[in-house]
């Protein structure tokens, strides 16, 4: 029943901002791990950063300070607001969750059962 739609991906200049969105349904009052990743061409897919429902926010050293995660819990949308974007930047991003008893590390993303579709996000100079 849980379901992850991503909004808002597109084509940006270097140094621009873009906050995408991921509509979330399913997960009620549970305890769950929410988190973005992105997947580049011919590489592995790699965390973002993400966030506990009910704690704290965790990122990536490579965004770190830079890149900020955050949910609204009433209009039931992960957000992640990307500012300075580089070329390197440009992937597909994915909006993942797993739930209470998942285990696994937050930044596994083999242990996140439900997914998005993906946004695209591209970065030109």
């Known amino acids: 029943q849980v379901s992850l739609v991503e909004s808002g991906g597109g084509s940006v200049q270097a140094g621009g901002s873009l906050r995408i969105s991921c509509s979330i349904s399913?997960?009620?009052?549970?305890?769950?791990?929410l988190a973005w990743f992105r997947q580049k061409d011919g590489k592995e897919r790699e965390v973002v950063g993400g966030?506990?429902?009910?704690?704290?926010?965790l990122y990536s050293d490579s965004v770190k300070g830079h890149w900020t995660v955050s949910r609204d819990p009433e209009k039931n949308i992960l957000y992640l607001q990307m500012s300075d974007l580089q070329p390197e930047d440009t992937a597909m991003y994915y909006c993942?969750?797993?739930?209470?008893?998942?285990?696994?590390?937050?930044?596994?993303?083999?242990?996140?059962?439900?997914w998005g579709q993906g946004t695209q996000v591209t970065v030109s100079t």
């Open positions: 966030l506990y429902t009910h704690g704290r926010t």
């Open positions: 993942a969750a797993k739930g209470p008893g998942s285990g696994g590390s937050w930044h596994d993303w083999t242990t996140f059962g439900y």
């Open positions: 399913g997960i009620g009052d549970r305890s769950f791990f």
